[in-house]
Protein backbone atom coordinates (compact mmCIF):
# COMPACT_ATOMS: atom_id res chain seq x y z
CA UNK A 1 0.00 0.00 0.00
CA UNK A 2 1.69 3.20 -0.87
CA UNK A 3 2.81 5.59 2.05
CA UNK A 4 -0.05 7.96 1.58
CA UNK A 5 -3.01 5.83 1.35
CA UNK A 6 -1.45 3.72 4.85
CA UNK A 7 -1.48 7.35 6.50
CA UNK A 8 -4.55 8.70 4.99
CA UNK A 9 -6.13 5.36 6.73
CA UNK A 10 -4.34 6.11 9.99
CA UNK A 11 -5.81 9.14 10.10
CA UNK A 12 -9.17 7.80 9.49
CA UNK A 13 -8.99 5.47 12.51
CA UNK A 14 -7.93 8.10 14.85
CA UNK A 15 -10.79 10.03 13.96
CA UNK A 16 -13.20 7.38 14.29
CA UNK A 17 -11.60 6.75 17.75
CA UNK A 18 -11.32 9.51 19.42
CA UNK A 19 -15.41 10.43 17.84
CA UNK A 20 -16.52 7.46 19.76
CA UNK A 21 -14.44 8.59 22.88
CA UNK A 22 -15.89 11.88 22.98
CA UNK A 23 -19.42 10.69 22.35
CA UNK A 24 -20.10 8.00 24.35
CA UNK A 25 -19.20 9.58 27.75
CA UNK A 26 -21.32 12.52 26.19
CA UNK A 27 -24.20 10.74 25.62
CA UNK A 28 -24.04 9.08 29.02
CA UNK A 29 -24.16 12.27 30.32
CA UNK A 30 -26.88 13.40 28.64
CA UNK A 31 -29.00 10.37 29.53
CA UNK A 32 -28.14 11.34 33.32
CA UNK A 33 -28.67 14.90 33.44
CA UNK A 34 -31.43 15.08 31.78
CA UNK A 35 -33.17 12.40 34.27
CA UNK A 36 -32.44 13.75 37.33
CA UNK A 37 -34.04 15.45 40.04
CA UNK A 38 -32.52 18.79 39.24
CA UNK A 39 -32.62 19.05 35.33
CA UNK A 40 -36.47 18.17 35.51
CA UNK A 41 -36.94 20.27 38.44
CA UNK A 42 -34.99 23.36 36.62
CA UNK A 43 -37.37 22.86 33.81
CA UNK A 44 -40.15 23.69 36.10
CA UNK A 45 -38.27 26.30 37.69
CA UNK A 46 -38.26 24.86 41.49
CA UNK A 47 -35.24 24.24 43.56
CA UNK A 48 -34.82 20.37 44.66
CA UNK A 49 -33.18 20.08 47.61
CA UNK A 50 -31.14 17.76 50.40
CA UNK A 51 -29.78 18.52 53.80
CA UNK A 52 -26.03 17.65 53.77
CA UNK A 53 -24.08 15.33 56.17
CA UNK A 54 -20.39 16.76 55.93
CA UNK A 55 -18.52 14.10 57.29
CA UNK A 56 -20.12 11.92 54.30
CA UNK A 57 -19.46 14.66 52.04
CA UNK A 58 -16.06 14.65 53.05
CA UNK A 59 -15.21 10.91 53.46
CA UNK A 60 -17.70 9.04 50.20
CA UNK A 61 -16.89 10.22 46.57
CA UNK A 62 -20.00 8.76 45.52
CA UNK A 63 -21.99 10.83 47.77
CA UNK A 64 -21.04 14.18 46.45
CA UNK A 65 -21.66 12.58 42.99
CA UNK A 66 -25.10 11.91 43.70
CA UNK A 67 -25.87 15.03 45.40
CA UNK A 68 -24.51 17.37 42.91
CA UNK A 69 -26.10 14.77 40.31
CA UNK A 70 -29.51 15.27 41.42
CA UNK A 71 -30.09 18.50 43.76
CA UNK A 72 -29.84 22.00 43.02
CA UNK A 73 -29.73 23.02 46.25
CA UNK A 74 -28.10 22.65 49.89
CA UNK A 75 -28.78 23.13 53.31
CA UNK A 76 -25.82 22.01 56.45
CA UNK A 77 -28.25 19.30 58.09
CA UNK A 78 -25.62 19.81 61.17
CA UNK A 79 -22.39 22.40 60.37
CA UNK A 80 -24.39 25.41 60.84
CA UNK A 81 -25.35 25.00 64.02
CA UNK A 82 -24.49 27.00 67.16
CA UNK A 83 -22.72 24.19 69.08
CA UNK A 84 -20.77 23.53 66.11
CA UNK A 85 -20.35 26.68 64.56
CA UNK A 86 -19.22 28.83 67.84
CA UNK A 87 -17.98 25.78 69.96
CA UNK A 88 -16.39 28.76 72.70
CA UNK A 89 -16.93 32.27 73.30
CA UNK A 90 -14.07 33.57 71.41
CA UNK A 91 -14.00 30.80 69.12
CA UNK A 92 -15.60 30.29 65.34
CA UNK A 93 -15.07 27.28 63.01
CA UNK A 94 -16.28 27.96 59.55
CA UNK A 95 -14.01 24.78 58.23
CA UNK A 96 -16.98 22.69 57.16
CA UNK A 97 -19.38 25.43 56.35
CA UNK A 98 -16.84 27.12 53.81
CA UNK A 99 -16.26 23.62 52.48
CA UNK A 100 -20.24 23.43 51.79
CA UNK A 101 -19.78 26.55 50.44
CA UNK A 102 -17.34 25.69 47.78
CA UNK A 103 -19.33 22.69 47.11
CA UNK A 104 -21.99 24.70 46.21
CA UNK A 105 -20.43 26.84 43.96
CA UNK A 106 -18.62 24.36 42.04
CA UNK A 107 -21.73 22.47 41.35
CA UNK A 108 -23.97 25.33 40.78
CA UNK A 109 -26.00 24.66 43.75
CA UNK A 110 -27.97 27.12 45.70
CA UNK A 111 -27.08 27.39 49.01
CA UNK A 112 -29.91 28.07 52.16
CA UNK A 113 -28.55 28.89 55.72
CA UNK A 114 -30.09 26.25 58.72
CA UNK A 115 -30.79 26.94 61.55
CA UNK A 116 -29.83 30.21 62.53
CA UNK A 117 -31.44 30.20 66.11
CA UNK A 118 -32.70 27.17 67.57
CA UNK A 119 -33.31 26.20 71.17
CA UNK A 120 -31.38 23.31 70.39
CA UNK A 121 -27.62 22.62 70.13
CA UNK A 122 -26.35 25.70 72.65
CA UNK A 123 -22.92 25.07 73.32
CA UNK A 124 -22.23 24.51 76.90
CA UNK A 125 -20.50 28.57 77.44
CA UNK A 126 -23.87 30.05 76.49
CA UNK A 127 -25.76 27.66 78.04
CA UNK A 128 -24.09 27.84 81.69
CA UNK A 129 -22.75 31.39 81.25
CA UNK A 130 -24.12 33.69 83.74
CA UNK A 131 -24.75 36.58 81.18
CA UNK A 132 -27.38 39.59 81.60
CA UNK A 133 -30.12 40.06 78.93
CA UNK A 134 -28.12 42.69 77.79
CA UNK A 135 -25.08 40.79 77.16
CA UNK A 136 -27.24 37.92 75.43
CA UNK A 137 -28.38 40.33 73.30
CA UNK A 138 -25.32 41.53 72.07
CA UNK A 139 -24.11 37.59 71.77
CA UNK A 140 -26.92 37.42 69.43
CA UNK A 141 -26.32 39.78 67.07
CA UNK A 142 -22.52 39.44 67.15
CA UNK A 143 -23.13 35.80 66.14
CA UNK A 144 -25.51 36.72 63.59
CA UNK A 145 -23.21 39.40 62.00
CA UNK A 146 -20.68 37.49 62.22
CA UNK A 147 -22.10 34.75 60.16
CA UNK A 148 -24.31 36.38 58.14
CA UNK A 149 -21.82 38.47 57.30
CA UNK A 150 -19.42 36.11 56.65
CA UNK A 151 -21.65 34.36 53.78
CA UNK A 152 -23.54 37.62 52.75
CA UNK A 153 -24.52 37.23 48.88
CA UNK A 154 -23.93 33.33 48.87
CA UNK A 155 -26.50 32.06 50.88
CA UNK A 156 -30.10 33.20 49.11
CA UNK A 157 -32.41 31.56 52.12
CA UNK A 158 -31.99 31.76 55.82
CA UNK A 159 -34.19 30.22 58.37
CA UNK A 160 -33.51 32.06 60.85
CA UNK A 161 -35.78 31.06 63.31
CA UNK A 162 -35.83 27.10 63.99
CA UNK A 163 -38.76 25.08 66.16
CA UNK A 164 -39.99 27.91 68.26
CA UNK A 165 -43.57 26.56 68.56
CA UNK A 166 -44.25 23.61 71.10
CA UNK A 167 -46.77 20.66 70.05
CA UNK A 168 -49.47 22.38 71.74
CA UNK A 169 -49.15 26.30 70.39
CA UNK A 170 -47.28 27.94 73.38
CA UNK A 171 -43.73 29.51 72.35
CA UNK A 172 -40.91 26.62 73.21
CA UNK A 173 -38.36 27.42 75.77
CA UNK A 174 -34.91 28.15 75.24
CA UNK A 175 -32.56 30.28 76.72
CA UNK A 176 -33.23 32.71 73.96
CA UNK A 177 -36.71 33.46 75.33
CA UNK A 178 -35.52 32.98 78.91
CA UNK A 179 -32.69 35.12 78.94
CA UNK A 180 -34.35 37.84 76.18
CA UNK A 181 -38.22 37.13 76.30
CA UNK A 182 -40.32 36.39 72.70
CA UNK A 183 -38.61 39.35 71.00
CA UNK A 184 -35.59 37.64 70.57
CA UNK A 185 -37.85 36.25 67.31
CA UNK A 186 -38.63 39.90 65.79
CA UNK A 187 -34.60 41.00 67.04
CA UNK A 188 -33.00 38.14 64.59
CA UNK A 189 -35.11 38.98 61.69
CA UNK A 190 -34.75 42.38 61.65
CA UNK A 191 -30.56 41.88 61.89
CA UNK A 192 -30.27 38.97 59.31
CA UNK A 193 -32.31 41.80 57.11
CA UNK A 194 -30.12 44.77 57.86
CA UNK A 195 -27.32 42.39 57.18
CA UNK A 196 -28.28 41.15 53.93
CA UNK A 197 -31.34 42.70 52.52
CA UNK A 198 -31.63 40.79 49.78
CA UNK A 199 -31.21 37.03 51.24
CA UNK A 200 -34.89 35.60 51.72
CA UNK A 201 -35.88 35.03 55.21
CA UNK A 202 -37.83 32.16 56.51
CA UNK A 203 -39.14 30.28 59.60
CA UNK A 204 -38.66 26.69 59.83
CA UNK A 205 -41.36 24.47 62.14
CA UNK A 206 -42.61 20.40 62.39
CA UNK A 207 -45.36 19.30 62.61
CA UNK A 208 -47.16 21.96 61.42
CA UNK A 209 -47.62 20.65 58.11
CA UNK A 210 -51.09 19.72 58.91
CA UNK A 211 -54.26 22.16 60.08
CA UNK A 212 -54.70 21.71 63.58
CA UNK A 213 -53.15 23.63 66.93
CA UNK A 214 -50.05 23.90 66.24
CA UNK A 215 -50.12 25.12 62.45
CA UNK A 216 -52.83 28.03 64.15
CA UNK A 217 -49.95 28.98 66.01
CA UNK A 218 -47.09 29.07 63.66
CA UNK A 219 -49.96 31.04 61.45
CA UNK A 220 -50.15 33.66 64.41
CA UNK A 221 -46.53 33.92 64.88
CA UNK A 222 -45.80 34.75 61.22
CA UNK A 223 -49.16 36.88 60.75
CA UNK A 224 -47.85 38.82 64.20
CA UNK A 225 -44.42 39.47 62.62
CA UNK A 226 -45.75 40.80 59.32
CA UNK A 227 -47.98 43.03 60.88
CA UNK A 228 -45.06 44.77 63.07
CA UNK A 229 -43.31 44.88 59.84
CA UNK A 230 -40.78 42.49 60.82
CA UNK A 231 -38.85 41.12 57.73
CA UNK A 232 -39.81 37.09 56.68
CA UNK A 233 -40.27 36.01 53.40
CA UNK A 234 -41.46 32.31 53.81
CA UNK A 235 -42.09 29.62 56.11
CA UNK A 236 -40.59 25.93 55.66
CA UNK A 237 -42.67 23.03 56.66
CA UNK A 238 -40.03 20.02 57.71
CA UNK A 239 -42.06 16.89 56.77
CA UNK A 240 -40.91 14.53 58.82
CA UNK A 241 -43.31 11.49 58.72
CA UNK A 242 -44.11 7.96 58.98
CA UNK A 243 -44.97 5.88 56.47
CA UNK A 244 -49.04 5.97 57.48
CA UNK A 245 -48.74 9.25 57.03
CA UNK A 246 -51.94 10.00 54.44
CA UNK A 247 -52.61 14.08 55.07
CA UNK A 248 -51.88 15.69 52.03
CA UNK A 249 -55.31 17.63 51.13
CA UNK A 250 -54.75 18.92 55.09
CA UNK A 251 -51.09 20.06 54.03
CA UNK A 252 -52.38 21.60 50.91
CA UNK A 253 -54.81 23.44 52.75
CA UNK A 254 -52.46 24.72 55.21
CA UNK A 255 -50.27 25.46 52.62
CA UNK A 256 -53.06 27.98 50.60
CA UNK A 257 -53.57 29.72 54.01
CA UNK A 258 -49.78 30.26 54.72
CA UNK A 259 -49.55 31.30 50.78
CA UNK A 260 -52.29 33.69 51.59
CA UNK A 261 -50.43 35.75 53.89
CA UNK A 262 -47.73 36.25 51.12
CA UNK A 263 -45.22 34.39 52.39
CA UNK A 264 -43.21 32.02 50.32
CA UNK A 265 -43.74 28.05 51.03
CA UNK A 266 -41.06 25.25 51.16
CA UNK A 267 -40.63 21.54 52.26
CA UNK A 268 -37.57 21.41 54.34
CA UNK A 269 -36.83 17.96 55.37
CA UNK A 270 -38.87 15.19 54.36
CA UNK A 271 -37.99 12.09 55.13
CA UNK A 272 -40.55 9.37 55.38
CA UNK A 273 -39.60 6.68 58.29
CA UNK A 274 -40.67 2.98 57.73
CA UNK A 275 -41.75 1.68 61.04
CA UNK A 276 -42.17 -1.93 61.68
CA UNK A 277 -45.25 -3.83 61.26
CA UNK A 278 -46.08 -1.88 58.20
CA UNK A 279 -46.94 -4.22 55.58
CA UNK A 280 -44.08 -6.02 53.73
CA UNK A 281 -40.93 -4.63 52.07
CA UNK A 282 -42.77 -4.12 48.91
CA UNK A 283 -46.04 -2.45 50.37
CA UNK A 284 -43.86 -0.13 52.67
CA UNK A 285 -41.58 1.09 49.80
CA UNK A 286 -44.69 1.71 47.94
CA UNK A 287 -46.61 3.82 50.63
CA UNK A 288 -43.32 5.59 51.01
CA UNK A 289 -43.65 6.55 47.54
CA UNK A 290 -46.84 7.85 47.31
CA UNK A 291 -46.08 10.30 50.26
CA UNK A 292 -42.65 11.76 48.70
CA UNK A 293 -45.27 11.93 45.25
CA UNK A 294 -48.33 13.08 47.46
CA UNK A 295 -45.83 15.93 49.17
CA UNK A 296 -44.10 17.36 45.82
CA UNK A 297 -47.15 17.22 43.74
CA UNK A 298 -48.73 19.29 46.64
CA UNK A 299 -45.82 21.74 46.34
CA UNK A 300 -46.13 21.94 42.59
CA UNK A 301 -49.75 22.99 43.05
CA UNK A 302 -49.10 25.96 45.22
CA UNK A 303 -47.34 28.67 43.02
CA UNK A 304 -45.43 30.25 46.20
CA UNK A 305 -44.11 26.51 46.89
CA UNK A 306 -40.23 27.47 45.54
CA UNK A 307 -38.15 24.68 47.52
CA UNK A 308 -38.45 21.08 48.12
CA UNK A 309 -35.96 19.26 50.00
CA UNK A 310 -34.68 16.18 51.74
CA UNK A 311 -33.11 15.26 55.04
CA UNK A 312 -30.14 13.63 53.59
CA UNK A 313 -31.22 11.23 50.33
CA UNK A 314 -29.47 8.07 50.84
CA UNK A 315 -30.75 5.66 53.69
CA UNK A 316 -26.85 5.49 54.39
CA UNK A 317 -26.81 8.48 55.73
CA UNK A 318 -29.92 9.06 58.03
CA UNK A 319 -30.66 11.38 61.31
CA UNK A 320 -33.23 8.50 62.25
CA UNK A 321 -30.77 5.60 62.77
CA UNK A 322 -29.49 7.70 65.71
CA UNK A 323 -32.63 9.65 66.86
CA UNK A 324 -35.46 7.46 66.25
CA UNK A 325 -33.03 3.62 67.49
CA UNK A 326 -33.77 2.64 63.80
CA UNK A 327 -33.01 3.58 60.48
CA UNK A 328 -36.20 3.22 59.30
CA UNK A 329 -35.21 3.49 55.38
CA UNK A 330 -36.87 6.99 54.86
CA UNK A 331 -34.98 8.70 52.37
CA UNK A 332 -34.94 8.17 48.44
CA UNK A 333 -32.07 6.94 47.33
CA UNK A 334 -31.48 2.95 49.49
CA UNK A 335 -27.64 2.50 51.29
CA UNK A 336 -25.85 1.55 47.67
CA UNK A 337 -27.03 4.63 46.27
CA UNK A 338 -29.37 2.78 43.84
CA UNK A 339 -32.58 4.63 43.23
CA UNK A 340 -35.99 3.70 45.93
CA UNK A 341 -39.73 3.84 44.31
CA UNK A 342 -39.67 7.06 45.93
CA UNK A 343 -36.73 8.42 43.34
CA UNK A 344 -38.88 7.42 40.64
CA UNK A 345 -42.25 8.82 42.56
CA UNK A 346 -40.56 12.11 42.48
CA UNK A 347 -39.21 12.16 39.03
CA UNK A 348 -42.77 11.17 37.76
CA UNK A 349 -44.59 14.17 39.46
CA UNK A 350 -41.74 16.56 38.30
CA UNK A 351 -42.20 15.37 34.10
CA UNK A 352 -46.42 15.72 34.63
CA UNK A 353 -47.50 18.53 32.93
O1 LIG B 1 -30.55 15.42 61.55
C1 LIG B 1 -30.00 16.18 62.61
C2 LIG B 1 -29.23 15.28 63.55
O2 LIG B 1 -28.13 14.69 62.88
C3 LIG B 1 -28.74 16.08 64.75
O3 LIG B 1 -28.15 15.20 65.69
C4 LIG B 1 -29.92 16.82 65.39
C5 LIG B 1 -29.45 17.75 66.51
O4 LIG B 1 -28.64 18.77 66.05
O5 LIG B 1 -30.60 17.61 64.44
C6 LIG B 1 -31.12 16.88 63.35
O6 LIG B 1 -31.74 17.78 62.45
C7 LIG B 1 -32.93 18.43 62.90
C8 LIG B 1 -32.99 19.79 62.23
O7 LIG B 1 -31.81 20.52 62.44
C9 LIG B 1 -34.20 20.58 62.70
N1 LIG B 1 -35.43 19.82 62.48
C10 LIG B 1 -35.43 18.46 63.00
C11 LIG B 1 -34.21 17.70 62.46
C12 LIG B 1 -34.26 16.25 62.89
O8 LIG B 1 -34.19 16.17 64.29
Redesign the pocket.
Known amino acids: MPKFYKFFLALLFTLIISWFTWQIPAAFAATESETSLRTLAEKRGILIGA?VDMKALKSDSKYGEVLAREFNAILP??AM?LILLHPERDRYNFTDTDILMDFAKTHQMQVHG??LI?H??VPQWLESGNFTREQFIEILHDYIKTVVTRYRGQIKVWYVV??SINRDGSLEDSIWLRKIGPEYIDLAYRWVHELDPEARLFY?E?SAEEVGQKADAVYQLLQGLIQRGVPIHGVGL?M?KDVDWSSAPQLIENMKKLAALGLDISIT?MDIYIKEGFGNQQQALEKQAQIYEDTLQACLSIPQCVYFSI?GFSDRYT?AA??RGSQGAPLIFDEQYRPKPAYYAMQKVLRRE
Open positions: AENKHPWYANENYQHEWWSW
